[in-house]
């Protein structure tokens, strides 16, 4: 069984940076999707940013292009998002997730391309 941890979440101010970092342990995942999500209170899950296998494709919500960058390293398990220029409707806590293990039809943008989850890093930034 798959176990992401995830770490970096934090308190800052609007236009500061921050860099997540999320480590797989149990299941190694060169070959799957990474994607990263978040959650604000009452609000759904929302896509952020996704990467495939060996980074050559990326994927983000158009909330945040320009803004974050996405990146992985198979060697260290590892799934980073460097969020550059934070807003405050950017505060949420936030996810990371790997793609299942067999293959699904829907698009990395949907929650139920993934099947594990981290327990989420809080995200606030203050105006």
């Known amino acids: 069984q798959v176990q992401l941890v995830e770490s970096g979440g934090g308190l800052v101010q609007t236009g500061d940076s921050l860099t997540l970092a999320c480590v797989a342990s149990g299941r190694t995942f060169t070959d799957y999707v990474l994607g990263w999500f978040r959650q604000a209170p009452g609000k759904e899950r929302e896509f952020v940013a996704a990467?495939?296998?060996?980074?050559?494709?990326?994927y983000y919500a158009d909330s945040v292009k320009g803004r974050f960058t996405i990146s992985r390293d198979n060697a260290k398990n590892t799934v980073y998002l460097q969020m550059n220029n934070l807003k405050p409707e950017d505060s949420a806590v936030y996810y990371c997730a790997i793609e299942a293990t067999v293959r699904r039809s829907m698009t990395v943008y949907d929650p139920a391309f993934y099947d594990g989850w981290g327990q989420g890093t809080q995200v606030t930034v203050a105006s």
């Open positions: 990467i495939n296998w060996n980074g050559a494709s990326s």
